[in-house]
């Protein structure tokens, strides 16, 4: 069972347009990270947001957590090419002492000049 | 350097030899991870430690053991490699805060031929 859905799959846009990526479970997450992550290297942290309704802003990267903190979405303002590579969510769980990150399959953008 | 490095980058075996990953971090964390990532199935934890000498199993542990007798190392050996486990292998530390994510080495890329 995928705890984490991430949608959509791949997105392939073109430089300029506008995008957004959603991250959903029915679990309850204590928080949730949104990593992004170029060929060849690892995942590399982005936003931690950890209060349900929270808004970040990362220039032109805005991060929501829902309010009841069973979901997410990013959305990129503006796409540039530099903005291709992996988007993953991930989440700690709440309750206990549980501090493994559950992980997104992840979100294929691709920003075409 | 302080971070967290992983060697060999890439690393072809054949099947049926033992094999070791390296992980060596600079920050004194004290939890450690190691994942697998293969396309479909996104990032797989195989094994964590919270702390020297304490182990445990992930998601996908059969064929693998990790040690961890210094803070700072943790070695991941594939005992009989098999090509199934033929993966972009990664190692992450965290600092205990939930208000932090992961931090991700750079990856070994494992060819079990």
């Known amino acids: 069972t995928q705890l984490l859905e991430q949608s959509p799959q791949f997105l392939s846009i073109q430089e300029g347009e506008n995008l957004t990526v959603y991250c959903n479970s029915s679990s309850v997450f204590s928080s949730l990270q949104w990593y992004r992550q170029e060929p060849g290297e690892g995942p590399v942290l982005l936003v931690t947001v950890v209060t349900g309704g929270e808004v970040k802003k990362l220039k032109r990267l805005t991060f929501q957590f829902g309010d009841a903190r069973k979901d997410s979405s990013l959305h990129i303002t503006a796409a540039q090419p530099g903005d291709t590579g992996l988007y993953l969510c991930?989440?700690?769980?709440?309750?206990?002492?549980?501090?493994?990150?559950?992980f997104g399959k992840g979100t294929l953008l691709t920003v075409n000049p | 350097d302080a971070g967290i490095t992983q060697s060999p980058r890439y690393k072809i075996t054949e099947t049926g030899r033992q094999v070791t990953l390296m992980c060596h971090q600079t920050?004194?964390?004290?939890?450690m991870f190691w994942y697998r990532q293969d396309l479909g199935h996104g990032l797989r934890l195989i094994y964590y430690s919270a702390a020297a000498d304490i182990t445990d199993k992930g998601e996908v542990p059969d064929g693998y053991v990790v040690s961890r007798s210094k803070t700072e190392n943790f070695p991941l050996t594939l005992e009989s490699a098999t090509r199934s486990q033929t993966s972009v292998y990664f190692c992450a530390t965290w600092t205990g805060s939930f208000n932090y994510g992961y931090t991700f080495g750079s990856g070994t890329r494992l060819t079990v031929v």
């Open positions: 920050w004194s964390h004290s939890y």
């Open positions: 991930a989440g700690f769980t709440s309750g206990g002492s549980n501090y493994k990150l559950t």
